[in-house]
């Protein structure tokens, strides 16, 4: 029981991922994670900026791919400038698909 003389601050939450064949795929932290190699063209800079190991970051876009079936980056071998990281049509869609529909969940969650 609440014996305070304030009203408690209620605050609705929810999480929200996408799932293949009742699968987790995809959620939150790899949404960031291909926002920030779509920002920076590379993987290596987006986990770096994200404090995420190299290979847990690359395990999560094998996951969401074998689940999908294609692929949701395309690589391009470094030579002189190094190499780079970019987002198929795929994986942009994804990423847009997610933030749009956490924002309708987020506006329809609102408290008045």
């Known amino acids: 029981m609440h ?4 009203k408690p601050k209620i605050k609705s939450a929810f999480k929200l991922w996408f799932e293949v064949n009742g699968k987790y ?3 939150e ?3 960031k994670l ?6 920076e063209n590379s993987l290596s800079a987006a986990v770096k900026t994200l404090g995420m ?3 847990y970051a ?3 876009i094998k996951n969401v791919e074998e689940h999908l079936g294609e692929p949701i980056v395309k690589t391009h071998r470094g030579g002189r ?3 780079k990281t970019q987002l198929t049509e795929t994986g942009l869609y994804l990423v847009e698909s997610y ?3 956490k924002k309708i969940m987020a506006d329809a969650c609102k408290l008045k």
């Open 81 to 83: 400038h190094g190499g």
């Open 53 to 55: 190991s190299y290979r």
């Open 29 to 31: 932290g790899t949404c």
């Open 25 to 27: 795929i995809f959620g």
């Open 34 to 39: 291909l926002e920030k190699v779509n920002e």
């Open 58 to 60: 690359w395990g999560l």
């Open 3 to 6: 014996t305070s003389t304030s």
């Open 99 to 101: 933030k749009r529909l």
